[in-house]
Structure formats: structure tokens, C-alpha cells
């Protein structure tokens, strides 16, 4: 071994270009949650992918655990201003959920066990962007972080990664959810510092 410091090789660091303008690195895991930490049985979750014609397709556990899975690791930024690098999640594709799903929304708006909603653009589900995650750091996901299952997409500030989500809407219009409409950014782009309405 050269001369380096433990915890000091490989770590990323403010200056990194990585790190979204306003935001710093934390190496653990906060828990941000608006409300109480719903409990889900395995046995009764079900995901509901639901179009703008009120066509459904359902999931239950067992059958999302059937589909592809994928083990993303993404950096995901929070809009009260952390950043964590390198989360290791298991999951499946919206790519694959989204399959087959005719629709001619543009905008989805996932909703939770719990009531949580939040809001996106479709196309921001498709090509690799996001996925519902039942694991963490090979684990299955604890029920604060979300678990049975959460929203995955890293590239928005994480408040569009629904936790505990039950399903999405495909909407044909954008339909602003919680935080959307308590002043928080439609689109949330972290590179664009979009936290507020107006950013
Ligand atoms: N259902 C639900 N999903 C949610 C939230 C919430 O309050 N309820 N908070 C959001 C916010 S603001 C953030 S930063 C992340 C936090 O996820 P974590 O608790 O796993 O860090 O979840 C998002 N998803
Ligand atoms: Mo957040």
C-alpha cells in the first residue's frame, strides 16, 4: 500500500464535478419521511400501473420478484442539500414495467402506501432512468428507506423517489403531487438547482 490515509482513497470530495451545485456528501443515510413509516405485508402489496384510459396492470410481490431485476448504483441528491455516492440498489426497470403499457400520458404520478404522491414526466421512467427497488446495499430495503419498495430515480432530487410505492398514474396532464404542491420544483433537475417553483 502507498502512502494514503484510510477513508481517505476513493473518497469523492466537494470540488467533485459529481456533486450537484448546493449540495454536500454525507457518507450515511438520512431518513426523511413527511409522515409515519407504513407497514406493508408481502402478502397484500401490489403495484398498479394505471393509464390515462383507466387500463390496469398489477403486480403482485411475487410476480415483480419473477421479472428481470437489476442492481443499479447511483448517486442521489436530496433537496435539503445532501448527496450520497454510490447506493447500491436491487430492483426492477420501469423499462420493463412500462412494457407493453399503451398510453398516450406524458406525465405519471407515482403514488404510496401512505398517501405520498409526486409527480414526473414519463419520459423520465424510460430508457435506464428508473426502477422500484425491494434491495439496498444487498439487503432487502428497510421500511424506513421505503421498503417493501420504493421509486428509483436518481437523476431528479431523491423526493421523486417515492417510498413505499404503490403505484403510478399515467396522466396526460402534469398533475403536481406533495411536495410539487407545498412549493417544491414540477421537475426537480439537481444540476439545475430546481428546488422551488421559479428555480
Ligand atoms: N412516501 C414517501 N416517499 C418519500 C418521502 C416521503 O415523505 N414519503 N420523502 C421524500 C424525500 S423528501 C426524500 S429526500 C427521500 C428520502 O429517502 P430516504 O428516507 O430513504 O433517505 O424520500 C422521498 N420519498
Ligand atoms: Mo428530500
Redesign the pocket.
Given at each position: 500500500m502507498g502512502i494514503v490515509s484510510p477513508g481517505f482513497q476513493g473518497r469523492r470530495r466537494t470540488s467533485d464535478p459529481a456533486l450537484p451545485p448546493g449540495q454536500y456528501l454525507t457518507e450515511d443515510?438520512?431518513?426523511?419521511?413527511?409522515?409515519p413509516t407504513?407497514r406493508i405485508p408481502l402478502d397484500r402489496w401490489e403495484f398498479v400501473l394505471s393509464t390515462e384510459t383507466g387500463d390496469e396492470v398489477r403486480w403482485s410481490w411475487a410476480e415483480l420478484m419473477e421479472l428481470p431485476q437489476e442492481t443499479p448504483t447511483v448517486d442521489?441528491h436530496?433537496?435539503?442539500r445532501?448527496s450520497k455516492f454510490g447506493t447500491s440498489w436491487q430492483g426492477v426497470s420501469l423499462d420493463v414495467l412500462l412494457d407493453g403499457v399503451d398510453t398516450a400520458a406524458d406525465y405519471a404520478q407515482a403514488h404510496?402506501?401512505?398517501?405520498?404522491t409526486?409527480n414526473l414526466p414519463l419520459d423520465d421512467l424510460r430508457d435506464g432512468q428508473a426502477w422500484v427497488v425491494h434491495g439496498y446495499d444487498g439487503e432487502p430495503l428497510p421500511a424506513?428507506?421505503?421498503g417493501p419498495a420504493?421509486?428509483l430515480v436518481p437523476h431528479l432530487?431523491?423526493?421523486?423517489?417515492?417510498?413505499?410505492?404503490r403505484g403510478l398514474r399515467l396522466t396526460v396532464e402534469d398533475e403536481p403531487g406533495?411536495?410539487e404542491t407545498a412549493g417544491y420544483h414540477d421537475y426537480g433537475d439537481p444540476w439545475r438547482e430546481q428546488r422551488y417553483q421559479g428555480d
Open positions: 443515510f438520512p431518513v426523511l419521511s413527511a409522515g407504513p442521489i436530496c433537496v435539503t445532501w404510496s402506501y401512505g398517501g405520498y409526486t424506513e428507506h421505503g420504493r421509486l432530487y431523491f423526493w421523486k423517489s417515492a417510498k413505499w410505492v406533495f411536495w
